[in-house]
């Protein structure tokens, strides 16, 4: 009798946002600082900078009700080196079944590349490093048969070129944002297969007809986005991570079923992130 050969989960897989996470890099932030201003919302927060044992206490709570979801968390080494490295978000970002390597932009960023990379090499996953092209995770927003990448002082064309070619398979779509917005998913958010959070002054009239072409647009306010509204991250099963104070996006959400579970990140967001700012995915299973 001919035995049937397991298939092999792959090492890492994510297709969608929303999508079941199964396995995700987070960092503590214990060297967290606001050292050099890299966004509005750290200009705003300079003088107060982050209280870590705060922010630390903060960041154990989002674990926890990520374990709580049966959601297994790999922590990344924490550098005195690197005060931004719990924005793991931004250092790599799964798409299909391939990890890709970001090219860091800023100055005080640049270099957590090579934690991530050891990382990976320790867990045996494989991954794909974009170069000679500026490319951040907190651009990259992926919906299936199409992935959207915000086009910012952070991502350039050329990255969204060298995307294209690694996976043809897809539609790599340009998504221009106004400059003084970090990364796409501080105005942009998929949160299923029809409905997306967005904050619409960060973009053109032409990228919002063509996002609101494909997805129901739940837009967020403008104090909404200051704490980062659309920075929500998704578990799977209509289950979302956000911040207690947004009411808004959190009623919006719920009226439309989904289960929000509250999670307090004030201190970690005046540096400008928030929950998926803080989480890498690297598997997602439908």
Request: charged content about 25%; glycine content about 4%.
């Amino acid at each position: 009798m001919e035995q049937s050969i397991p298939k092999l989960e792959p090492k890492a897989a994510c297709r969608t946002e929303y999508d079941v996470l199964q396995k995700v890099v987070l960092c503590s932030p214990e060297h967290m600082t606001i050292k050099d201003i890299i966004n509005e919302t750290q200009k705003h927060f300079e003088h107060d900078n982050i209280n870590v044992s705060i922010a630390k206490k903060q960041h154990n709570h989002l674990i926890e009700a990520l374990e709580s979801q049966n959601i297994e968390v790999i922590l990344l080494p924490v550098s005195s080196q690197f005060p931004e490295q719990v924005f793991t978000r931004d250092i790599g970002f799964t798409i299909g079944e391939t990890v890709f390597i970001s090219q860091m932009a800023a100055p005080v960023r640049q270099g957590e590349e090579n934690v991530l990379t050891e990382l990976l090499h320790k867990h045996n996953v494989p991954f794909t490093p974009i170069k000679n092209a500026n490319i951040e995770g907190g651009d990259v927003i992926a919906a299936g048969d199409t992935v959207y990448v915000g086009i910012s002082e952070r991502t350039e064309d050329a990255a969204v070129d060298q995307l294209q070619q690694a996976l043809p398979e897809l539609t790599i779509v340009s998504v221009p944002m106004k400059k003084e917005f970090l990364h796409l998913d501080c105005v942009f958010n998929i949160i299923s297969e029809k409905e997306a959070l967005v904050y619409p002054p960060a973009l053109r009239q032409k990228e919002l007809d063509l996002l609101s072409a494909r997805f129901d647009l739940i837009e967020v306010p403008d104090d909404e986005q200051f704490t980062l509204g659309t920075n929500v991250l998704s578990l799977g099963n209509n289950t979302i991570l956000s911040l207690p104070q947004n009411h808004h996006v959190n009623q919006e959400l719920a009226a439309r079923g989904f289960h929000v579970i509250k999670v307090e990140l004030s201190e970690i967001i005046k540096s400008g992130g928030s929950f998926r700012c803080c989480t890498m995915p690297l598997l997602r299973t439908e």
